[in-house]
């Protein structure tokens, strides 16, 4: 007779494992979430159990002439906005024999939840790399099988240039196979140019006013490109991208956490016989200021 609560037949669903806590992180490199640092966080302007944010847009107004003796007329601002939904949910359980969790040295909540939150920001920044095709800017493409160059660059410059786009807070995320192609390239990397530091240190810095910054999330498609991002990071006002974490229920008791995301919860399933570390997220993206978001085509 089948088991209501349990119908998976997957054998990790009946057999609870341990890894040991050192190889955790090994899984998955975490380091390379390029757009999640460069997108807004606007987690903090969301009310208590809110899901929805409107995020206004307001343009700049038009001076008339002013003549003497004329009034002038009575403006104010039109006001656009951008909403960004919180409708994302993402969750894992892992179960641990009670013999698994008596292993010498294993701390479960510290490695394995930060293994969880490690792929929860691989989880957002790779939401964030799909907002690519909302963009307003026409993508430069490098070409099929071709690499980034410098010419792509001083293009994605002269766009954001052309959409009045701040000179601050500019960057290009890029794959990172693109990040070693303008690595190999002299101009930016020479020892004669640049210092050794450069060369040693294996790092771009600054190009024509962009941050270079690796990202592995981002989307390749079946014509064979990969899309690189370009845009702008800072304050709100000022970022193409806007990202925020809602608020789950608070759960029953037992709860390490509560109220919060990325939330970690550890308990015991009496069916199972297993402890189990549940891990949650809930969380929403947009484009935030479209105009001033590019895609670079390359090789995928």
Known sequence: MADEYMTSTANAEFIPTIVATE???AFTDHTKNGLLGRSFDATSMLAAGGNKLDLPKIPAVTLEAETEGTPLEYAQFSSSKTTLTIDTKRAVVMAFTDYSLALENQDILGPYGEQIG????KTVDAALAALYSSASITAITAGTGADI????????KS???NANAPDAGRYIA?????YNALLALDR???????????????TLGRIHGFDVVEDNNLVATTDGFRHNVYGVAGGLTGSSLVHAFGQFRDPQAGAVASGQTPRIILGYDMKAGSHVLRGQIYFGVQVYRPEWLGTIKTRD
Not at 118 to 121: D, I, M, V
Not at 149 to 156: C, F, G, K, P, S
Request: hydrophobic content about 40%.
């Open 23 to 25: 190889a955790q992180l």
């Open 118 to 121: 490690a792929n929860s920001a």
């Open 149 to 156: 160059d410098e010419a792509d660059i001083l293009a994605a």
């Open 159 to 161: 766009n954001l240039d």
């Open 174 to 178: 890029v794959k990172s196979d693109q």
């Open 188 to 202: 930016f990397t020479a020892a004669e140019k640049l210092g050794q530091e450069y060369i040693s240190g294996g």
